[in-house]
C-alpha cells in the first residue's frame, strides 16, 4: 500500500481504532486530516508522532452531526493540503444500552445522528474534493448483521443502514469513488470497555474460531487496505472482521 502525496480524512481519529487508522495511513504516506470530538490527547499526539517522523498531519476538533463543523473540516483539510482522496469515517458509537420498552425519540435520534448523519455529511461535503479513483471507507458492525446485543437495537439499526448506504453510494459514485465498509465484531476497544461486561467479552472471545478480541490495529490495516488502490476492484462490500464470529 502506499498513499505517498495522497490525503485522508479521518473522523473519531483520536482514540482506538481511528487512531491507529490515522497512523498506519501515515506510515504508508499520507498527509492525514484528523477530526476528534473528545479524544484531544490521541489526536494531538498522533500529529506529534507523525510530524516527528516527518509526516504531515493536523487535528481538529470537531461534532460530525453538525453541518458547520464538517464544513470547517473539510474547508481546513482544502487549505492545508489541496486535495481529498480518501475519507475514513470511524465516527459513531452505541451511546448507552436501551430497549425498545425504554425507548426515546430523543435516544433513537442520537443513535441516528452519531452514525449516520456524521457519515451522510461528512460524505457530501468531501465529494467535491475528491479526486479521481478515490475511496470512501466506514465502520458498520455485526450489529448491522445480527441486531445486537441487548439494548443495542438503536445501534444494530444505524449500523445496518450503514451497509445499505455502502452499497447505495459504491453504485451512485463509481467508477470514480470506491465506498466499503468494515463489520466489526469484538474489537478490544474502550467501545466494549464501557457497554459490555468483562464475563461477556471473554465468553464471546471464547467461542470465537480464534479465541480472542480484535485489535484496533487490525482494523485499522483492514481499512486502510480498502482504502488504497490495492483494493481497486472492490466496492459496496460490507466485510466481516470478527475472529470468526460470525459468517456471512
Not at 7 to 19: L, N, P, S
Not at 188 to 209: C, L, S, Y
Request: with cysteine.
Amino acid at each position: 500500500m502506499n498513499f505517498k502525496g495522497k490525503t485522508a480524512i479521518v473522523t473519531g481519529g483520536g482514540r482506538d481504532i481511528g487512531r491507529a487508522a490515522v497512523m498506519e495511513l501515515a506510515a504508508q504516506g499520507a498527509n492525514v486530516a484528523i477530526n476528534y470530538f473528545a479524544s484531544a490527547d490521541g489526536a494531538e499526539s498522533a500529529v506529534a508522532e507523525i510530524k516527528a517522523a516527518g509526516g504531515n498531519a493536523f487535528a481538529m476538533q470537531g461534532d460530525m452531526t453538525k453541518e458547520a463543523d464538517v464544513k470547517a473540516l473539510v474547508a481546513k483539510t482544502i487549505s492545508e493540503f489541496g486535495q481529498i482522496d480518501t475519507l475514513i469515517h470511524v465516527s459513531g458509537g452505541l451511546l448507552k444500552r436501551v430497549t425498545m420498552d425504554e425507548m426515546t425519540v430523543d435516544h433513537w435520534n442520537a443513535v441516528m445522528d452519531v452514525n449516520l448523519t456524521s457519515f451522510v455529511l461528512a460524505v457530501r461535503e468531501s465529494l467535491p474534493h475528491m479526486t479521481e479513483n478515490s475511496s470512501i471507507v466506514s465502520m458498520a458492525s455485526q450489529a448491522g448483521r445480527d441486531g445486537g446485543g441487548p439494548g443495542a437495537l438503536a445501534y444494530g439499526a444505524a449500523k445496518g443502514a450503514m451497509m445499505t448506504l455502502t452499497r447505495g453510494l459504491a453504485k451512485e459514485l463509481g467508477p470514480k469513488i470506491r465506498v466499503n465498509a468494515l463489520c466489526a465484531g469484538m474489537i478490544d476497544t474502550d467501545f466494549h470497555n464501557i457497554f459490555t461486561k468483562p464475563e461477556v467479552r471473554t465468553h464471546v472471545a471464547n467461542i470465537t474460531p480464534l479465541k480472542r478480541e480484535g485489535t484496533s490495529e487490525e482494523v485499522a490495516k483492514a481499512l486502510v487496505y480498502l482504502a488504497s488502490e490495492d483494493a481497486s476492484f472492490i466496492t459496496g462490500a460490507n466485510i466481516d472482521i470478527n475472529g470468526g464470529m460470525l459468517f456471512s
